[in-house]
T-cell receptor, first 112, second 111 residues
Framework: GQQLNQSPQSMFIQEGEDVSMNCTSS?????WLWYKQEPGEGPVLLIA?????ELTSNGRLTAQFGITRKDSFLNISASIPSDVGIYFC????????????FGTGTRLTIIP | DGGITQSPKYLFRKEGQNVTLSCEQN?????MYWYRQDPGQGLRLIYY???????QKGDIAEGYSVSREKKESFPLTVTSAQKNPTAFYLC??????????FGSGTRLTVV
């Protein structure tokens, strides 16, 4: 089946630093989604990407749909304490109401 | 407010018992999903349902069962056949635009 590899697995950064993470797929995706999960809660959708090359922002977050359609990137600028959590990429790989495949997650920890 | 409601938030199970986790939605989503999350791990799909009275196994369905008698409800039963049930369970619903909405999860612990 499809596999999504996220890197890095974890990040320890200082408040105010920028963050970059990426996700690669073994097959082509038609949609890329980025979620954030806070401790003890379900993931929440941050950004959705629907077109190769698309660059979309949501506040301090920016995500890009890779040209090859096999990768995506998420950047967080000027990190703040509430950015702590696990960030997941996800994609359906096809059309219609299909189940998502989730990446392995990037755990972000912010050092005061 | 519309959303996915999971209950209970915490659940304790004795060895050999079946337990049922509740998932209700008022978003009118056709599709619903159950995921399992282990500490430090990603999300693994247990079961999913795209219409009422129909559901399919995900990647780790063994030891679990589901039903979809109503559009609003998708309960998950963790049976005694599941040898390592301690985990965080997440229910989600989606529309055709891949807008997954997750519940806040149920943490199941075997005692």
């Amino acid at each position: 089946g499809q596999q999504l590899n996220q890197s890095p697995q974890s990040m320890f950064i200082q408040e105010g630093e920028d963050v970059s993470m990426n996700c690669t797929s073994s097959s082509i995706f038609n949609t890329w989604l980025w979620y954030k999960q806070e401790p003890g809660e379900g993931p929440v959708l941050l950004i959705a990407l629907y077109k190769a090359g698309e660059l979309t922002s949501n506040g301090r977050l920016t995500a890009q749909f890779g040209i090859t359609r096999k990768d995506s990137f998420l950047n967080i600028s000027a990190s703040i304490p509430s950015d702590v959590g696990i960030y997941f990429c996800a994609g359906p790989g096809g059309f219609g109401n299909e189940k998502l495949t989730f990446g392995t997650g990037t755990r972000l920890t912010i050092i005061p | 407010d519309g959303g996915i409601t999971q209950s209970p938030k915490y659940l304790f199970r004795k060895e050999g018992q079946n337990v049922t986790l509740s998932c209700e939605q008022n978003l009118n989503h056709d599709a619903m999903y159950w995921y399992r999350q282990d500490p430090g791990q990603g999300l693994r799909l247990i079961y999913y349902s795209q219409i009422v009275n129909d559901f399919q196994k995900g990647d780790i369905a063994e030891g679990y069962s589901v039903s979809r008698e109503k559009k609003e409800s998708f309960p998950l039963t963790v049976t005694s056949a599941q040898k390592n049930p301690t985990a965080f369970y997440l229910c989600a619903g989606s529309d055709r635009n891949y807008g997954y909405t997750f519940g806040s999860g149920t943490r199941l612990t075997v005692v």
